[in-house]
């Protein structure tokens, strides 16, 4: 059997064969490049949800009482390499434990409830990652399904006391649009217009492509520096922010009110049931080199992410353009043995025949140089 092992920059040697949940990012920037590692990665293969990773649900409940909604943990499965949240409607009463419950919401909006039980009309789903991280880009492949009131999300949360990176909220009747946002405290999310007057950042991205209905990704590099957003690749929107909460990456289809946030609402139209499908989440660590960078150096930054499909596939794909005179190489015994295509979306690597021994990915900007090491045992 072929093992493989990865090293990053100069990360201690790993144990066990190499699966999907070792990967490596290089990241060019400014006169420099930099390695860094996979702090999430998950491609959801096979049919049950990782729960070492996420919780299939808000840890919170997910009971809304003024919109009789209920965010189901059946609505978000997994199956054939896809995630589906999925929303849908229904007319049955369900019990909930009382630390779900706000008795003053059931009061203020009126709401029956009998034998303990409260009347749901609507299920939605969530994707909430168990562990929390700061700083990073985060990628999420999607496909966003069209209908009057569908609101599907990728996103970032920290809550103290209410920080949150919005890298797309989309619409179900916004074919050429989604929404970016951020919220924080101290006005940080708010912008200047005109020297000023300032505004909430938040706003809605046009695309010529279209958002729905097709497999799109939606990303964002989070530096202390502030936010980036991207779509299919291409950078979008940005802004200065300051964030100190590490945030839980969350994809959530919800569905919105007429009235209320994101309205309209569903109408007798609205195609149930309906999921959110989402092929991949991968967060990656941003190399520490970066992490300082003023945000406009770091818009014009270009990303080489390695995702290695098996022992003997790795798949490298390209985020933002690549300056001329970059190369990336792929060396044995201190030669080199392949050189990346770095004008190429994706390009896949089949390493079956490759010698035991260790080989070296080389990445070079200018003067400056940086490497990730790979290990074939028998």
Known sequence: MIRWIVLTGLLALCNGELTAQKAFMVMFHDERVSVGENLLLDDFKGDQLNDSLWYGYYPWGGLSIDAQTYTDPQQCQQRNGVLY???????????????????????????????????????????????KVKYGFFECRCWLPSGKGFWPAFWLY?????????????????????????????RCDRIKTFGVFDKPFGHWVKVREGVLGSWVVFSGLW???????????????????????????????????????????PNEKTPFPTPFKIDYIRTWKVPDAALNLA??????????????????QMLFERVGAFEKGDRVFIEHEEKPIIELDLTKEQQYIDAHYWKKGEYTIRAIRGTSTTQATLIRKN
Not at 252 to 260: F, I, P, V, Y
Request: hydrophobic share 35%.
């Open 295 to 312: 945000l406009p150096t770091l818009k014009k930054a270009a990303f080489l992410t390695c995702v290695h499909l098996g022992e003997d």
């Open 158 to 186: 920290g809550g103290e006391p209410n920080e949150e990176i919005d890298f797309m909220e989309g619409k179900g009747e916004r074919e050429k649009s989604y929404h970016v946002d951020i919220h924080c405290p101290n």
């Open 85 to 131: 949240l999925t929303v849908d409607t229904t007319t049955s009463w369900r019990s909930f434990p009382d630390w779900m419950v706000d008795t003053a919401k059931l009061r203020l909006h009126q709401q029956e409830v009998k034998d303990g039980k409260i009347k749901i009309k609507r299920l939605t789903a969530a994707l909430w990652s168990k562990s």
């Open 223 to 265: 530096t202390p520096s502030g936010v980036l957003f991207y779509y299919n690749n291409q950078l979008k929107a940005s802004h200065e922010a300051q964030f100190n909460t590490s945030m839980n990456v969350i994809a959530n289809m919800s569905l919105a009110m007429d009235k209320g946030p994101f309205s309209p609402g």
